[in-house]
T-cell receptor, first 111, second 114 residues
Framework: GNSVTQMEGPVTLSEEAFLTINCTYTATGYPSLFWYVQYPGEGLQLLLK?????DKGSNKGFEATYRKETTSFHLEKGSVQVSDSAVYFC??????????FGKGTTLSVSS | DSGVTQTPKHLITATGQRVTLRCSPRSGDLSVYWYQQSLDQGLQFLIHYYNGEERAKGNILERFSAQQFPDLHSELNLSSLELGDSALYFCASSATGQTNYGYTFGSGTRLTVV
C-alpha cells in the first residue's frame, strides 16, 4: 500500500542555517504530495503541495520538488528562523484515498 | 482560525466511558475526515464522510463510530474507552471528495483516558 517515510528528528539548527527534511514515498501511479506544519498546540496547516512530477511547491521560503525518479519530496529552506520551530509532516494522496502522513519531523531552531 | 471547529478542546474521562467529539467543517466543505494522532502511531486516518455518506474507513476500531449530519457537522463517538485511546483527535475538511488540494484541519480535541 501507499506509505510515506520521512527522516526522524529532532532536527536542531541555529537561526539562518539551511534546512533539509527528507521525505520519500511509496505509491502506485501519480500521487499528489504535501508538506504540512504543526505548531505547538495547534492543528496541521498546509505548507505547500505538488500535484505532478517535477512540480515545485513553495511557500514562506520553504520549497519541495516532486521527484518521481527518486520518489522523493524533500523540504528545504535556505535560512531558518526561530519561528519555524514546529513539527513537519510529509503526506501523499491519491484519488479515492485519504491523505497518508509520515510520522513527522520536529524542527527546533535556536537563536 | 482555519474555519474548522472542533469541540471540546480537552476531554478527560475514565476507562470504560463513552465520549463524543464534534467537528464543524469549513463553510462550503462537504468532506470531513477524522484522524488520531498519538506519539507512537503518528497521524492515523480513521474515517471519511462526504455529504453525509461514509466514503472510506481507515484504522478505526469497532468501538469507534462516526456520522455526518445534514448540516455537514460530524461527530466521532468513542466507547469502552481504554488508556491507549488517549490521543489528539483531528478533524479536517475539504470541498469535495477529491483531495488534490489538501485538507483544512481543526485544532484538535485532546482526549485523556484515566
Amino acid at each position: 500500500g501507499n506509505s510515506v517515510t520521512q527522516m526522524e528528528g529532532p532536527v536542531t539548527l541555529s537561526e539562518e542555517a539551511f534546512l533539509t527534511i527528507n521525505c520519500t514515498y511509496t505509491a502506485t501511479g501519480y500521487p499528489s504530495l504535501f508538506w504540512y506544519v504543526q505548531y505547538p498546540g495547534e492543528g496541521l496547516q498546509l505548507l505547500l503541495k505538488a500535484t505532478k512530477a517535477d512540480d515545485k511547491g513553495s511557500n514562506k521560503g520553504f520549497e519541495a520538488t516532486y521527484r518521481k525518479e527518486t520518489t522523493s519530496f524533500h523540504l528545504e529552506k535556505g535560512s531558518v528562523q526561530v519561528s519555524d520551530s514546529a513539527v513537519y509532516f510529509c503526506a501523499l494522496n491519491q484519488a479515492g484515498t485519504a491523505l497518508i502522513f509520515g510520522k513527522g519531523t520536529t524542527l527546533s531552531v535556536s537563536s | 482560525d482555519s474555519g474548522v471547529t472542533q469541540t471540546p478542546k480537552h476531554l478527560i474521562t475514565a476507562t470504560g466511558q463513552r465520549v463524543t467529539l464534534r467537528c464543524s467543517p469549513r463553510s462550503g466543505d462537504l468532506s470531513v475526515y477524522w484522524y488520531q494522532q498519538s506519539l507512537d502511531q503518528g497521524l492515523q486516518f480513521l474515517i471519511h464522510y462526504y455529504n453525509g455518506e461514509e466514503r472510506a474507513k481507515g484504522n478505526i476500531l469497532e468501538r469507534f463510530s462516526a456520522q455526518q449530519f445534514p448540516d455537514l457537522h460530524s461527530e466521532l463517538n468513542l466507547s469502552s474507552l481504554e488508556l491507549g485511546d488517549s490521543a489528539l483527535y483531528f478533524c479536517a475538511s475539504s470541498a469535495t471528495g477529491q483531495t488534490n488540494y489538501g485538507y483544512t484541519f481543526g485544532s484538535g480535541t485532546r482526549l485523556t483516558v484515566v
